[in-house]
């Protein structure tokens, strides 16, 4: 299996059990201490050795390999992020050529490298993992654990092996360099090819009105294609061409496309699997097209795993996703040797000149959370004498990193560390200081406090957040037994890695709402309230526009079937959190939130994230839980482009006394018109928990039409979950509220085959919220 990874290959020769079932995972960390052979045979045509250049290129070889051509030993590699050229001119012969390649176990590496300098190198869970040297070897740090990750330290060449002839005019990279005017009318674009022997060939485009590449709801993603002599040859490219800046000016931090300050919608992205040979090009396009299709507008490519496939940063430029990109450092402390350095220096010369075309890519950062690694962390591993010592190693390494992306792509911004305040100041604690800089929140997962605490911070741009669910029924099907997939089962148990993960979604749905009916609705519960805890904060931090000018929630993806952060499922399937970010990112949005200034007062905001202003019209009611209307309010106002409007602030009181607000709510909708388009947008605001709301019990039916479902109520119902059980696909809207009166349709897009209607109608299966109780 080449590009494979060992784990693949065993399970393909059903040598080891599932991993991902039960608690297999442990069973199989014997094939990571083991070190594994691949080999194959290939056929070289006549003609082909006699060219002066024969090099055997390898890409995402992990890690510690020995390469062997014909039985000669042509190279080594001990870094899985670098790219490797060996010669092989006088060992490639034409006809038949073997090449073997003999992996050593990177944990035994690791281990030996840990007893050679005698000193540590902590990194994040630990606890979990069984390798505990993760820092010592270049390779993602996910493998060998994370607290939403099974630890399985693959290994194999899980990247492209190829067979390179040239006559000294081999180009190896291929980047551009952009120019606008002021105004953008004009674009001067450098095409720098890059020659095996190092020499740069530059050629310059001069482009009148070029074709602007736009993110994701700012603009379409247009590319201009070139073509320049390289060599007496043509070399023709791609590019999209799109001024970028980061401002950080007055402690802010804003990006800038085609100066246009952008407010940042996204999350966090892993690894789209444990498995190198199970990440797909179509499951990278499934991942992305949904991360496009709830709104979002950026992805941040987390430093714990991997340098991503072409297909990922192709496909983002396609949608239009900014990429934040983390280089592969995270949650550690690293040693600055010279030899350390100098692998790091080699990876990121190739990483950087290899991927900044890209239009998407909208920084690189340092690390993930290092800076507060080598500052405050492991005072159980770091003495306080110690802790200046690793400080200077973070250092060090940061004045590389720095220096490569000024030296390869001096286009684009450094920002040292996630969260840092712009530069690597190692007293700030920027988890919790919002005054500059990107944050991490993380205290009311951890301290399961209540939602409301979001609104405490007011962020200039928050990089990191997130709150836990369960996996959906038919996801946790797959991994525990008939009958067991159900919180607090072994099985189901182990599939959470975040320690006390599931003990805190308990407590918080015991705080939230009435005890579940069943197990299934326990999961289902667990959803809803993980929507509820991302939207609190998206919705109050999106009207601090423009002193926040980001949001990028934990996470998007999984990588195995687990309890976890994620909005979609591993699989694919959309969590609640998904759909609701689909509305709370909605370009035109409505939204309500207790004023941070008065307690005693709502405020009701207009958002508008489009680059055109907006003609709105507002409609407030205040519903009751058994669906009489107490009040109504219509507001008209014009939302400027990228702006955060109040439409009104209310006292409390107006919507009742303590107890008449808890059996009531505020049903929002937003109608919104500029030029050629229309909006809708809709939303609704709780005064309290629903543990004690009189929640009427509500009969939602459904009629069908096809592939599209009517949905209708007598009384309110929350949450409406719309499921057809064993169909991949996803619906129009899903997690919704739904009135009497106001019958709502959604339209089921089958994924990867078609679907007709009467399978669809026996899967079709409806959830809300009155219906998960007793």
Request: proline share 6%; aromatic share 12%.
């Amino acid at each position: 299996m080449v590009p494979g990874d060992v784990h693949s290959a065993l399970l393909a020769a059903n040598a080891i059990p599932d991993p991902f079932f039960g608690d297999n995972e442990k069973r199989v960390q014997w094939v990571a201490k083991g070190d594994w052979t691949f080999s194959r045979a290939f056929d070289v045509e006549a003609g082909f050795s006699e060219h002066s250049s024969l090099v055997l290129r390898i890409e995402d070889c992990d890690t510690f390999a020995t390469v062997f051509l014909n039985g000669a030993k042509v190279g080594e590699t001990d870094n899985r992020f670098r790219r490797w050229d060996f010669d092989v001119r006088g060992i490639v012969r034409e006809g038949r050529n073997e090449i073997r390649i003999a992996f050593a176990s990177a944990w035994s590496r690791g281990d030996e490298r840990a007893a050679a300098i005698g000193r540590q190198y902590p990194m994040s869970c630990s606890e979990l993992a069984w390798f505990q040297n993760g820092s010592l070897v270049r390779k993602p740090a996910c493998h060998r654990g994370w607290d939403w990750g099974l630890a399985q330290m693959t290994t194999g060449p899980c990247g492209d092996v190829a067979l390179l002839a040239s006559d000294g005019d081999r180009i190896d990279y291929v980047f551009c360099d952009q120019t606008f005017s002021d105004d953008l009318s004009h674009c001067s674009l450098r095409v720098h090819a890059i020659l095996e022997s190092g020499e740069d060939v530059v050629n310059t485009v001069e482009i009148d009105d070029p074709p602007l590449w736009w993110p994701a709801g700012q603009g379409p993603q247009r590319f201009h294609e070139y073509a320049v002599p390289v060599g007496g040859r043509t070399l023709r490219g791609r590019i999209g061409l799109r001024k970028l800046e980061l401002d950080t000016t007055g402690g802010a931090m804003r990006f800038l496309v085609n100066n246009r300050p952008i407010f940042v919608k996204g999350a966090n992205w892993i690894p789209c699997d444990a498995f190198d040979s199970r990440q797909t090009p179509a499951r990278y396009r499934d991942l992305l097209e949904s991360a496009a299709a709830a709104n979002m507008n950026m992805i941040r490519l987390w430093g714990g795993g991997q340098f991503e496939k072409d297909c990922f940063y192709d496909i983002c430029d396609e949608l239009g996703l900014l990429v934040w990109h983390d280089q592969m450092f995270s949650c550690a402390v690293y040693p600055a040797d010279r030899a350390f350095l100098d692998g790091v220096s080699a990876e990121l010369e190739h990483q950087v000149r290899r991927l900044r075309d890209h239009a998407c890519i909208a920084l690189w950062c340092g690390d993930n959370e290092c800076v507060g690694a080598a500052s405050r962390w492991y005072a159980d591993k770091i003495t306080p004498e110690e802790r200046p010592s690793y400080i200077a190693e973070a250092k060090a390494r940061y004045a590389v990193q720095s220096e490569i992306v000024r030296r390869c792509d001096p286009s684009r911004a450094f920002w040292p560390s996630s969260p840092c305040p712009g530069v690597a100041d190692f007293e700030q604690d920027a988890w919790h200081d919002d005054s500059r800089g990107d944050m991490h929140i993380w205290d009311i997962w951890s301290q399961t406090q209540d939602f409301s605490e979001y609104r405490r911070y007011k962020p200039r741009f928050c990089s990191e957040f997130g709150y836990q669910s369960f996996p959906s029924p038919e996801v946790a099907q797959t991994f525990c037994p008939p009958g067991k997939a159900r919180s607090g089962e072994p099985d189901f148990e182990w599939h959470q890695k975040n320690i006390g993960g599931n003990n805190r979604i308990r407590t918080s749905l015991a705080r939230l709402f009435p005890p579940a009916r069943d197990p299934d609705a326990v999961l289902y519960l667990s959803q809803v309230q993980q929507a509820l805890a991302i939207r609190t904060a998206v919705e109050a931090w999106r009207t601090l526009r423009p002193r926040c000018m980001g949001t990028l929630y934990w996470q998007l993806n999984d990588l195995w079937p687990v309890s976890s952060w994620s909005s979609i499922d591993y699989g694919g399937k959309w969590k609640h959190l998904h759909y609701h970010a689909r509305r709370f990112f909605a370009p035109v949005a409505i939204v309500a939130k207790p004023s941070p200034d008065s307690p005693d007062e709502l405020e009701i905001w207009a958002l508008n994230d489009t680059p055109q202003t907006v003609a709105a019209e507002a409609r407030v009611r205040l519903v009751g839980f058994d669906g009489s209307v107490a009040g109504a309010e219509t507001v008209r106002a014009v939302l400027q482009p990228g702006s955060a409007t109040l439409l009104r602030s209310r006292p409390l009181a107006s919507f009742g006394g303590a107890a008449e607000r808890g059996a009531r709510f505020v049903a929002l909708e937003l109608r919104g018109r500029t030029e050629g388009m229309s909006w809708l947008h809709e939303s609704d605001f709780f005064f309290a928990s629903f543990r004690d709301a009189p929640i009427a019990d509500a009969s939602v039916t459904a009629e069908f039409d096809g592939l599209r479902v009517t949905l209708s109520t007598d009384k309110p119902a929350f949450f409406v979950w719309a499921n057809a059980r064993g169909v991949p696909g996803e619906f129009s809207d899903n997690s919704i509220t739904l009135l009497p009166g106001e019958p709502r349709t959604l339209v089921f897009s089958p994924k990867g085959h078609g679907t007709d209607a009467e399978t669809f109608r026996r899967a079709f299966s409806l959830s809300h919220l009155s219906s998960s109780f007793p």
